[in-house]
């Protein structure tokens, strides 16, 4: 088999994924952790140590956890892409914009197929949600920015295919008839839908193509809002030295406590300063305690840990009725009991955007849910069982089709990229 030519590229808020196209066609997703459980699976994570050296995917967590290394660790990279307001960050003595953040972690994903197959790829098709941002001008930014990361990262020669588009061509080789398909692709950060029509084993038309940038992070963010902030300070009440005023705890603040991306947000010097004078002022009787316990959730990096903990708990709620939220850490003890009734309570303000996106999406093409003949799912969050009753509810048990969580996105841009090779 001839070497490839152009590399087919996932980078998704969770995890990602990179397959190789050439003149002989697509290939399977490649190997890129050794120590992963499933290895063609890059968590998106990465992490610098303060001796200046980058670890990605399981090294990362490793030197972040369980390792004696302090550092930096990022997490979500993908959420940043859309916000104007995020240019860089300072790593050390320097200041590193976005893309260059980004553009490491997709140069590792490039050298390490690289090495794979023994050749120097310089062309990429990435995938992209449908839409980075319901703001048009957010949208066309986060393409730019993420087209900027691959170049940094030694691509030449960048394309970008939706990600909904590439499932539903991995979906086409499933299925010999012809059909009006539904793409239902929801993962951690974004939700994205695509309408099209097989005919012949071949995808025919696109007819819409939809999509809100909020999934499993938002469901998991809105566990964090109102069952387990409260032991984080978000309803802390406090004064400032020689003021008479009661306030509360900031909005902002506690809204980026409740983002798995935005958290590390806090570790800003500035900030740190003020939730501390917010302690020193805090005025309820269990106040200072919970500030303690924020404080301490801030100061020792623990936010992945804790939304770990939070994402355990929406899978357990996935089959059980009821389930316990536990995080125990030196000067941190949170125990939250958790019904799956509250988390859908909870979750229904991002729940709603999902689903109307999803309908405005069958209204730009021009069909009812009756004309669709097949859903096809793909994304972890397709198996919360409030976005699955919403589904057979809509189109029923018989038409709803399950696709691989993590590798039809991939191997359908595999597909597209073959047209490049």
């Known amino acids: 088999m001839s070497k490839p030519t152009v590399y087919a590229i996932d980078f998704g808020t969770s995890n990602s994924l990179l397959a190789a196209a050439g003149p002989s066609g697509a ?11 499933e290895q063609s699976i890059l968590r998106s994570i990465q992490f610098l ?10 090294d990362a967590l490793e030197s972040f956890i369980v390792g004696a290394t302090r550092g930096r660790f990022f997490r979500s990279m993908k959420r940043f892409l859309p916000m104007e307001s995020f ?19 997709l140069r590792t994903m ?9 050749t120097d790829v310089r062309r990429v098709l990435l995938g992209r949600p449908a839409r980075f941002s319901e703001d048009p001008a957010a949208d066309a930014l986060a393409q730019e920015r993420l087209e900027g990361a691959a170049r940094f990262a030694g691509f030449e020669d960048v394309h970008f295919c939706p990600e909904p588009v590439a499932a539903a061509h991995d979906f086409k080789n499933k299925i010999a008839h012809d059909a ?15 309408v099209a029509r097989l005919s012949g084993g071949e995808l025919e038309e696109v007819l819409a193509v939809g999509g809100v940038p909020v999934a499993g992070d938002a469901l998991d963010g809105s566990l964090m809002r ?26 902002p603040l506690m809204e980026r406590l409740c983002s798995p991306a935005e958290l590390c947000l806090l570790e800003r010097k500035d900030i740190m300063r003020f939730l501390r004078d917010i302690k020193s002022g805090s005025v309820g009787a269990d106040d200072k305690d919970r500030m303690d316990q924020l404080l301490t959730l801030i100061e020792d990096s623990l936010g992945f840990q804790v939304f770990e903990a939070i994402e355990d708990t929406k899978r357990a709620l996935s089959s059980e009725d009821k389930t316990t939220f536990r ?3 030196p000067g941190i003890d949170v125990t939250e009991t958790i019904t799956r009734a509250q988390f859908e309570s909870f979750a229904q303000p991002t729940t709603t955007r999902i689903l109307e996106n999803l309908e405005s999406t069958l209204v730009s093409a021009g069909v009812t849910p009756k004309d669709i003949d097949i859903v096809c799912a793909t994304g972890g969050t397709t198996r919360v069982p409030v976005i699955e009753r919403e589904l057979v509810a809509r189109f029923g048990m018989d038409k709803l089709h399950r696709l691989s969580s993590f590798h039809s996105v991939i191997q359908g841009l595999a597909e597209r990229a073959v047209a490049l090779a």
């Open 226 to 251: 109102k069952k387990i902030a409260a032991h984080f300070g978000a309803d802390v009440t406090y004064m400032v030295p020689f003021g008479s005023n009661v306030l509360s705890m900031p909005l």
């Open 87 to 105: 240019k860089e960050t300072r790593l050390g003595n320097q200041v590193v914009k976005l893309e260059a953040l980004i553009g490491v972690f």
């Open 327 to 329: 995080f125990e850490y």
């Open 49 to 58: 140590s303060d001796d200046g050296g980058w670890s990605f995917g399981a």
């Open 180 to 194: 009006t398909i539904l793409v239902c692709d929801l993962g951690g950060g974004t939700s994205d839908f695509t």
């Open 27 to 37: 290939e399977a997703p490649i190997p890129l952790d050794m120590k992963a459980r």
């Open 110 to 118: 490039r050298e390490r197929a690289n090495r794979h197959y023994d």
